[in-house]
């Protein structure tokens, strides 16, 4: 009996690793999007150059994100932009 729960234990922790990884993994798809749409976001605001838009995605030992965004804009417009 005692063999089959620390097989259990094992498989879980096996199954928690993959669901993290897969989370993990995940916004590396979604960067080049969010780049984008903060460019687009931003360039209504600011004289920016898309390559200075920078995402950060990265995730704690829980799986929760944590988002670090940063761009650097030349100037700022006196009207928004359409």
């Keep these: 009996m005692e063999g089959n729960m620390r097989s259990a234990k094992v498989t ?4 928690k690793k993959v669901l993290l990884k897969d989370r ?7 960067i080049a999007v969010l780049r984008s749409d903060i460019f687009d976001a931003l360039s209504n605001f ?5 390559s200075s838009v920078n995402v950060k995605i ?3 030992a829980v799986g929760i994100y ?3 965004m940063s761009a650097k804009a030349f ?8």
């Design 12 to 15: 879980e922790d096996r199954l």
């Design 24 to 30: 993990i993994d995940a916004p590396e798809n979604i």
């Design 46 to 50: 600011f004289e920016i150059n898309p």
């Design 58 to 60: 990265e995730t704690d």
């Design 66 to 68: 944590n988002l670090t």
């Design 75 to 82: 100037r700022v417009y006196n009207h928004i932009k359409n």
